[in-house]
């Protein structure tokens, strides 16, 4: 009974038909292999920049979670030290994926971006929900220094502002870490202890990078 039918479908298609529907089918595979592709392209690049993942802001915290943030922010700098131990200066010219900061810049950028940190938390616990400074990181990058510059300096920043930076969250009360700053470029109100968080893991993904370009060295 199905063969039949099946046979009767058959018959009533004119072979004209079975070919411009092989066409259709065919053009929406190649479409559908071109999408797959441009997907498959944008995930491998969303996971080489962001190779631990996007920060995730969390709803609350625990005073686990606020030692554990504070343990990667002070654990950074011998970290980077130890990353970089032995690389050249070509080496640092080493981007850690096609189109993407070298390791120069990277820790230069990590620098630049804690002096931020470190910024915006003193002047959280000292203004009443002050609005921030925005930076334009990608410009700050290309400066000289911070494209061409030594990178000693910016370890040397990186271990004297988290060590400052840390000293003061260990004196905060509870109370405190709600404090906030604003900022205007985004319009969002950060917490401290976010902004701890924030960084924390902003450490992270920064030295997953430095890891990465030291495997196409
Ligand atoms: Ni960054």
Redesign the pocket.
Known sequence: MVHVMASNITKSVKPSAILKGLGILNRALKSATFEEAKLLESHQMSKEQYPIGPFKKPSSYTEADLRNWMSDLQKLPALLEAEVKGLDDDDLETPYRDGGWTIRQVIN?IAD?HVNMYLRIRQALTQNNPSIIAYD?DSWAMLIDAEDGPIEPSIKIIDGIHSRTLYLLDSLRHGEFERTYYHPEYDKTYKIWEVVALYAW?SNH?LAHVKMAKKKI
């Open positions: 950028h971006s990181q902003h920064h």
